[in-house]
């Protein structure tokens, strides 16, 4: 009688085995599709920051006006003409340079006065009108670079109130959370800090581009100490290059070169290493998934023309052949590709940003 009744044991346990089999067949199945939607969203929207890179394309940075003390100060207050300027010469964006922290309260809850609002505005307004992309930063935020830790609250702050002002806006224009971290605003402390503001941009803009570079001034050496949120697709990495530093920066008073003179560029031992900067930039942008984004580069404006073309010229190809976007630095005052009194582009330095056909 024993082995008889053994018989429906073994057949329900078999049949007990075979569903556990199953449903964890099913689970397996289940996540696998999951992980493949995934990736395959991410990879969408890896393509859909790909192409917001290509938009920003050739830009330029309107550098000297909104992040000075108050716009003027530093030699450009922003007009109307300029930005029909920037578009007919063929560019494709403007970066705007903008110190928040000048109109920004110091106490909580750090509001930000409408007076800049108002500005900013109107400059969105003008590129737009010109089909021309708008990126946007914080910029000349010294205190954060000296007491990081005090500071972050008021950088997070006033990117809260920035993306809610800003949330309706197409992605054409695009949120930079801080130019050139350095100083005290180390790796450590800026990989700790930025999300907290990306965070804060998220609230309001989960779809929007957002750009953010290294520390040590955005330097392209320091790319591989940044860490990325590697869930959040829509981020451009930045980097910006003023390689080598006594050739772009030659005769500038404020610089460690201010007493060089009549240094040329391109030998082959410094078009080599231009070649191996962005060459590594290219290895990390591709390990990272990332778009890159060349914030700044340029050559101060009282070396001739001609010499800043040769450089200028190397350092566009050599970005455009990795699919870098990027923006010269600067429009119109001291890194100039446009004259403001002959109201007239730099014939040279045009050239060597916008070839033409």
């Known amino acids: 009688m024993k082995k008889y009744l053994f018989v429906?044991?073994?057949?329900?346990l078999s049949l007990l085995?075979?569903?556990?089999?199953n449903q964890e067949e099913t689970a397996f199945a289940t996540a696998t599709v999951e992980a493949q939607a995934t990736a395959s969203a991410n990879a969408l929207i890896d393509s859909q920051t790909y192409a917001a890179n290509q938009r920003i394309g050739r830009s330029i940075n309107l550098g000297n006006a909104l992040e000075g003390p108050r716009e003027g100060a530093w030699g450009l207050y922003l007009k109307e003409e300029y930005f029909?300027?920037?578009?007919?010469?063929?560019?494709?964006?403007?970066?705007v340079p903008i110190r928040w922290s000048a109109y920004t309260s110091v106490e909580p809850p750090y509001e930000i006065s409408q007076q800049i609002f108002d500005r900013i505005d109107?400059?969105?307004?003008?590129a737009f009108d010109n089909d021309l992309a708008v990126i946007i930063n914080v910029h000349h935020f010294d205190a954060i670079m000296q007491m990081p830790e005090i500071q972050a609250e008021r950088l997070t702050e006033m990117w809260r109130q920035i993306a809610v002002h800003y949330q309706d806006y197409p992605d054409t224009l695009y949120f930079e959370i801080l130019n050139e971290p350095n100083e005290k605003l180390d790796s450590a402390a800026w990989n700790q800090i930025f999300p907290q503001a990306l965070a804060a941009i998220r609230e309001t803009?989960?779809?929007?581009?957002?750009i953010i570079g290294p520390d040590q001034w955005n330097s392209v050496d320091r790319l591989g100490a940044l860490e990325l949120p590697v869930e959040d697709r829509r981020i451009i990495a930045t980097f910006h290059f003023y390689k080598p530093h006594e050739f772009t920066h030659q005769g500038a008073p404020w610089s460690s070169a201010a007493d060089i003179k009549d240094r040329p560029w391109g030998s082959d031992a410094e078009a080599a290493a231009l070649t191996a900067d962005f060459d590594a930039?290219?290895?990390?942008?591709?390990?990272?998934?990332?778009?890159?984004?060349?914030?700044?580069?340029?050559?101060y404006s009282q070396v001739p023309d001609e010499t800043r073309a040769v450089w200028l010229s190397a350092v566009r190809e050599a970005a455009e052949l990795?699919?870098?976007?990027?923006?010269?630095?600067?429009?119109?005052?001291n890194f100039a590709a446009y004259n403001l009194s002959a109201k007239?582009?730099?014939?040279p330095i045009l050239r060597a940003l916008i070839p033409q056909e």
């Open 8 to 12: 429906p044991f073994l057949l329900c």
């Open 17 to 21: 085995l075979v569903g556990c089999q």
């Open 84 to 95: 029909v300027e920037i578009a007919e010469a063929g560019f494709d964006s403007v970066r």
């Open 122 to 126: 109107w400059v969105i307004e003008q």
């Open 205 to 210: 803009n989960p779809k929007r581009y957002v």
């Open 281 to 299: 930039a290219l290895a990390w942008s591709e390990s990272q998934q990332r778009p890159l984004f060349i914030g700044e580069f340029g050559v």
């Open 322 to 333: 990795r699919g870098f976007s990027w923006a010269h630095w600067d429009f119109g005052t």
């Open 344 to 347: 007239t582009w730099r014939e």
